[in-house]
């Protein structure tokens, strides 16, 4: 599914911001990704959703190196990734519903097919009522979870999460664990990038600890379970 | 639900709001210009099919007879290339001259020489000289007036103007082409975040392309339906002007119908150089992205 052998990682001339990570995760597996700020969390995601090439190190994404796979060939594996920011990246001119959609859109479907799917996924994340709402009359936390909705609306093979329940309160973050448990039992591999350590401790997966740019594993990584 | 919306905010970039003004100006200016080179080109065609088709022959006053002006005429259509041989009345050969010495030349003693109008058969090549030797066998001071030798001139004239105005033509085009491209640029650039996340998500370069495109399709056709009204409205307003004026060289200040549609070219061109333009900037903006 996905797998990093020696990947360093540095912008420009700068140091290295990842040294010689290496990890492979299986299929459906599920993941914490743990670290302090400025660890390289968000550079070792950005190198799992192909938003980055490694400096060094092979990436290998769905069983293709990253690096030898052809540019014209990328958006498809992009559209397995679901991904949610740190910052949401919602798109203030469109509705929540219309940002939901949108990896629907890039992906070609027609709205007639998405347009319920989408209304349904909002309404379990406790959106039903602000579906026409634009994300800059959402509080933090309704703009999270229409991140995550939009995130998980096409069923990615790879989910991957930067501080998904930051702006929650924990009974929408537990909530909101089981949206991804729930996708994670069908199949799609999760790793979340998290300061919450209860929550770590209490869901129990395996976990990917960065700590200056190098990386050390916690748990077994092909295990859905913990370790 | 969401097809009536662009994914990137247009309606929030500054910089697309003069477009369609830079397009108006650039069509106005354009179908001005086209519509000049047409008619200068109607004019010279005019010129090379009615006056460089025919010859007069000129027979001084004082040697001018009834006789020898029929000799000259059958001497003409017996020459090859000439297709109809025409005397003019001595009447409407003053009649020539009323313009420039009023109606009284009519009926005055003005000497005035006899005239014979041939027309030569499209493609044929008669030599004046030579013309004029043949006939000075029957009259020697006759003369052969070849209207091609002064109307060259003009004509090289003519046929310079109109590609002046196909030059100045590709220059608004070009600048129409430099308007877009900074316009486009400067799009990415503040859409660079939505952009990118497009991007991520897996859209294709042309899937984002398009959105540009469509785009600069909407702001060029404002802009060109603008321009092209102005600009027609200033040609209805000359042809007006100038219904009154008739002369053989200047050229008449009217456009026949597939004149009008192929003015229309140019605002369509417009369009397309936008959209056309836009696509080929975004596309090549893209490329640099991972």
């Given at each position: 599914?996905?797998?990093?052998?020696?990947?360093?990682?540095?912008?420009?001339?700068?140091?290295?911001?990842?040294?010689?990570?290496?990890?492979?995760?299986?299929?459906?597996?599920?993941?914490?990704?743990?670290?302090?700020?400025?660890?390289?969390?968000?550079?070792?995601?950005?190198?799992?959703?192909?938003?980055?090439?490694?400096?060094?190190?092979?990436?290998?994404?769905?069983?293709?190196?990253?690096?030898?796979?052809?540019?014209?060939?990328?958006?498809?594996?992009?559209?397995?990734?679901?991904?949610?920011?740190?910052?949401?990246?919602?798109?203030?001119?469109?509705?929540?519903?219309?940002?939901?959609?949108?990896?629907?859109?890039?992906?070609?479907?027609?709205?007639?097919?998405?347009?319920?799917?989408?209304?349904?996924?909002?309404?379990?994340?406790?959106?039903?009522?602000?579906?026409?709402?634009?994300?800059?009359?959402?509080?933090?936390?309704?703009?999270?979870?229409?991140?995550?909705?939009?995130?998980?609306?096409?069923?990615?093979?790879?989910?991957?999460?930067?501080?998904?329940?930051?702006?929650?309160?924990?009974?929408?973050?537990?909530?909101?664990?089981?949206?991804?448990?729930?996708?994670?039992?069908?199949?799609?591999?999760?790793?979340?990038?998290?300061?919450?350590?209860?929550?770590?401790?209490?869901?129990?997966?395996?976990?990917?600890?960065?700590?200056?740019?190098?990386?050390?594993?916690?748990?077994?990584?092909?295990?859905?379970?913990?370790? | 639900?969401?097809?009536?919306?662009?994914?990137?905010?247009?309606?929030?970039?500054?910089?697309?709001?003069?477009?369609?003004?830079?397009?108006?100006?650039?069509?106005?200016?354009?179908?001005?210009?086209?519509?000049?080179?047409?008619?200068?080109?109607?004019?010279?065609?005019?010129?090379?099919?009615?006056?460089?088709?025919r010859?007069t022959i000129q027979v001084p006053e004082y040697e001018k007879s009834t006789?020898d002006t029929q000799?000259l005429a059958?001497?003409?259509?017996?020459?090859?290339?000439?297709?109809?041989?025409r005397i003019i009345p001595d009447a409407e050969a003053r009649a020539l001259l009323i313009p420039w010495l009023g109606e009284g030349v009519v009926g005055s003693g003005l000497p005035v020489p006899s005239l014979i109008d041939?027309?030569?058969?499209?493609?044929?090549?008669?030599?004046?000289?030579?013309?004029?030797?043949?006939?000075?066998?029957?009259?020697?001071?006759?003369a052969?007036d070849?209207?091609?030798?002064?109307?060259?001139?003009?004509?090289?004239?003519?046929?310079?103007?109109?590609?002046?105005?196909?030059?100045?033509?590709?220059?608004?085009?070009?600048?129409?082409?430099?308007?877009?491209?900074?316009?486009?640029?400067?799009?990415?650039?503040?859409?660079?975040?939505?952009?990118?996340?497009?991007?991520?998500?897996?859209?294709?370069?042309?899937?984002?392309?398009?959105?540009?495109?469509?785009?600069?399709?909407?702001?060029?056709?404002?802009?060109?339906?603008?321009?092209?009204?102005?600009?027609?409205?200033?040609?209805?307003?000359?042809?007006?002007?100038?219904?009154g004026?008739e002369s053989a060289f200047?050229?008449?200040?009217?456009?026949?119908?597939?004149?009008?549609?192929?003015?229309?070219?140019?605002?369509?061109?417009?369009?397309?150089?936008?959209?056309?333009?836009?696509?080929?900037?975004?596309?090549?903006?893209?490329?640099?992205?991972?």
């Amino acid at each position: 599914m996905l797998r990093f052998e020696n990947v360093g990682m540095r912008y420009g001339v700068g140091p290295e911001v990842l040294r010689d990570v290496s990890f492979a995760l299986a299929p459906g597996s599920f993941h914490f990704l743990t670290g302090s700020s400025g660890a390289g969390k968000t550079t070792l995601l950005k190198l799992m959703y192909l938003a980055l090439r490694p400096t060094r190190g092979l990436v290998h994404v769905f069983g293709q190196d990253s690096s030898m796979t052809p540019r014209t060939e990328l958006p498809d594996l992009r559209q397995k990734i679901g991904v949610v920011f740190q910052d949401f990246r919602l798109i203030n001119h469109l509705t929540a519903v219309e940002n939901v959609a949108l990896p629907l859109r890039v992906g070609g479907a027609k709205h007639v097919d998405v347009d319920s799917h989408v209304r349904e996924l909002l309404s379990w994340v406790g959106l039903g009522e602000r579906l026409d709402a634009r994300p800059s009359t959402l509080s933090g936390g309704q703009q999270q979870r229409v991140a995550i909705a939009r995130a998980v609306i096409n069923r990615p093979r790879l989910l991957l999460a930067d501080e998904p329940t930051g702006n929650v309160d924990d009974r929408i973050a537990v909530r909101l664990m089981h949206l991804f448990e729930e996708l994670n039992k069908t199949g799609t591999t999760v790793v979340i990038a998290t300061h919450n350590n209860a929550l770590v401790e209490k869901f129990g997966y395996p976990i990917l600890n960065l700590a200056d740019g190098e990386l050390t594993i916690r748990g077994k990584l092909d295990s859905k379970g913990a370790s | 639900m969401f097809n009536q919306h662009s994914d990137l905010p247009f309606e929030r970039d500054q910089s697309t709001r003069f477009l369609p003004w830079i397009v108006a100006l650039m069509v106005f200016l354009g179908t001005l210009m086209f519509a000049a080179a047409l008619l200068v080109s109607d004019a010279v065609n005019n010129w090379d099919t009615t006056l460089t088709g025919r010859m007069t022959i000129q027979v001084p006053e004082y040697e001018k007879s009834t006789d020898d002006t029929q000799k000259l005429a059958e001497a003409l259509q017996a020459t090859k290339g000439v297709s109809s041989v025409r005397i003019i009345p001595d009447a409407e050969a003053r009649a020539l001259l009323i313009p420039w010495l009023g109606e009284g030349v009519v009926g005055s003693g003005l000497p005035v020489p006899s005239l014979i109008d041939i027309e030569i058969v499209p493609g044929s090549k008669i030599d004046p000289v030579l013309l004029q030797e043949r006939l000075a066998e029957i009259v020697p001071h006759v003369a052969v007036d070849d209207h091609r030798s002064w109307l060259s001139a003009l004509i090289t004239l003519a046929r310079s103007a109109e590609i002046l105005a196909f030059a100045i033509l590709a220059l608004i085009a070009s600048a129409a082409v430099l308007a877009v491209i900074f316009t486009t640029r400067s799009g990415l650039a503040v859409h660079a975040s939505v952009i990118e996340l497009l991007h991520q998500m897996g859209a294709r370069d042309a899937y984002i392309a398009s959105q540009f495109q469509i785009q600069a399709l909407m702001l060029a056709l404002r802009g060109g339906l603008v321009g092209a009204t102005a600009a027609t409205i200033i040609m209805l307003f000359f042809g007006w002007i100038g219904r009154g004026i008739e002369s053989a060289f200047l050229p008449t200040l009217s456009l026949s119908l597939m004149e009008w549609l192929l003015l229309l070219l140019v605002p369509a061109g417009a369009i397309v150089i936008a959209m056309l333009t836009a696509r080929l900037v975004v596309l090549r903006a893209l490329e640099r992205m991972p």
